[in-house]
């Protein structure tokens, strides 16, 4: 079996919110989407989506999404993004994928998923922009208490995992570090854990020229990869272990 990791699908079959406007990589980019992954990805294989996966508002409106992403192949592993608004506790998000009969569909929220076949463990959190970079302005109070908060829920999921497996992947929606790629509490986290590889989303169109892809110093172990949809050209990204 293989890993794969494709970001910020921004699915809306039951709602209408075109993607073109971030360019014309977006025109008809479900159909690119089922072509690419159903070309790529096996049944046996996992494939984890690191954020921003459907408009819905609601359950409701984001269960087409969802049952889209149920009948493609391989186990889908679900991350928070910031567009999620349907999303909400891990209780109702269990009774979500109960009730709908989503069995390919886990998620990774506060906690760490194994892989037994691989002795991996995916950890993670939507994460939230970093303080410093180009716009030290532009970092409210707010934005103070929201990253602290996803620091610690980080910290949470790669400490269960810790105790699981020595390999840790980790993904986070939110570029894990500000738009100069400099040190933050989440790198510290992924340093401090051993973690050799993370992947995150979020950019897109204009924004991708803070695309970051390394490490983000000489003698960092973390390795980071965009992997937001239309960056990938919305072909999953094989994850090598």
Not at 6 to 12: E, N, V, W, Y
Not at 121 to 128: A, F, H, S
Not at 146 to 165: D, M, N, P, V, W
């Amino acid at each position: 079996m293989n890993i794969y990791t494709i970001g910020d699908l921004h699915l809306s079959i039951a709602v209408d919110k075109p993607m073109d406007i971030f360019g014309e990589k977006w025109t008809n980019h479900q159909e690119k989407i089922t072509e690419y992954w159903t070309a790529t990805v096996k049944d046996e294989d996992v494939v984890i989506i690191p954020g921003d996966i459907s408009w819905g508002m609601s359950a409701e409106e984001a269960l087409p999404d969802l049952i889209y992403i149920e009948e493609l192949p391989g186990k889908k592993i679900l991350l928070k993004g910031n567009h999620e608004y349907w999303w909400g506790t891990m209780n109702k998000l269990k009774e979500l994928k109960s009730t709908n009969k989503l069995d390919s569909i886990e998620f990774l929220h506060n906690n760490y998923i194994y892989i037994e076949e691989k002795n991996s463990c995916l950890c993670g959190t939507r994460g939230w922009k970093c303080p410093g970079g180009w716009d030290t302005a532009n970092f409210s109070d707010q934005d103070t208490k929201i990253y602290l908060r996803e620091i610690q829920r980080l910290e949470l999921s790669l400490k269960a995992g810790a105790e699981k497996s020595e390999n840790i992947i980790c993904f986070t929606h939110f570029p894990p570090f500000n738009n100069k790629a400099e040190v933050s509490g989440f790198t510290e986290l992924m340093e401090k854990y051993k973690v050799k590889q993370c992947y995150y989303g979020h950019l897109h169109g204009p924004s991708l020229k803070y695309a970051f892809n390394g490490k983000i110093s000489d003698d960092s172990i973390t390795e980071y990869h965009l992997v937001s949809g239309d960056y990938l050209g919305f072909k999953p990204m094989l994850i090598n272990i």
